[in-house]
């Protein structure tokens, strides 16, 4: 039996929040791109699971590590920061080990990776289970993606100098999203689901905008020239 095509697309933002992911599903047909209720999975593998299979999905987390302690950043996070510029560089936080991500407790990750501060140590619970979840077949559709560097693109390379955190860097971003995905402004302008909060409704929809990209090959790769790490990941970031 032939198994006819979808008119659609199923794309999908991801990043990390209080609750575990926070994921923005959509369909995109054509040009036209339409969102669901963003909601709140409590482990990435549920993601990875999700049915239907989402083609293409941006996630807001680092994908291929240095096996070692190698310095607070990758060549991906050097560029993403030159290329955000101040003051949004501060955003572009340093990536752990493998390593690192293994160690028993933050405090032994923190021991390898002096560098890490009180907010790399929070993050690691998402570092970890990105580091055991995510293999080297999902880099056909899961692309690593970092929400300062898409909205610095979304806003055709110019850097934001506003923060997310505050009223008029929410303001902003969500003129670039009603610009750049029409509608879609105005499902994560709702009640965040449970476990997640406005910042991350943010964030989720700056990943789906990856993830349209992505879906049509019009990504580019930070760094250009690929570094590999050793379990067959690119290290990048992408916009």
């Known amino acids: 039996m032939v198994v006819k095509k979808l008119p ?16 923005l599903p959509a369909r995109l047909a054509g040009i036209t791109i339409s969102a669901e209720d963003a909601f709140v999975v409590p482990r990435l593998s549920e993601v990875l699971d999700y049915r239907p299979k989402f083609e293409a999905a941006g996630i807001n987390i680092p994908i291929g590590l240095n096996d070692t302690p190698n310095g607070r950043f990758r060549p991906a996070e050097l560029e993403a920061r030159e290329f955000v510029g101040w003051p949004r560089s501060v955003g572009i936080n340093g990536v752990p080990s493998r390593a690192a991500t293994r160690a028993e407790s933050p405090a032994e990750a923190a021991e ?62 969500l003129e670039l999203i009603r610009t750049q995905l029409p509608g879609v402004d105005d499902v994560i302008t709702r009640v965040p689901p449970a476990g997640a909060a406005p910042v991350h409704m943010l964030q989720v929809a700056a990943m789906l905008w990856t993830a349209r990209r992505g879906s049509g090959r019009a990504i580019s790769r930070m760094p250009l020239d690929p570094v590999w790490d050793t379990e067959g990941m690119r290290m990048e970031i992408v916009r």
């Open 8 to 23: 659609y697309k199923n794309l999908a933002g991801v990043t990390p929040c209080p609750g575990g992911w926070l994921v």
């Open 112 to 173: 390898m990776e002096p560098w890490m501060t009180r907010h790399d140590r929070r993050r690691l619970r998402w570092l970890k289970e990105a580091e055991s979840e995510i293999q080297p077949f999902h880099a056909r559709s899961l692309f690593s993606a970092h929400p300062d560097v898409s909205f610095t693109q979304m806003n055709n390379g110019e850097p934001l100098k506003t923060s997310p955190y505050h009223e008029d860097g929410r303001l902003e971003r």
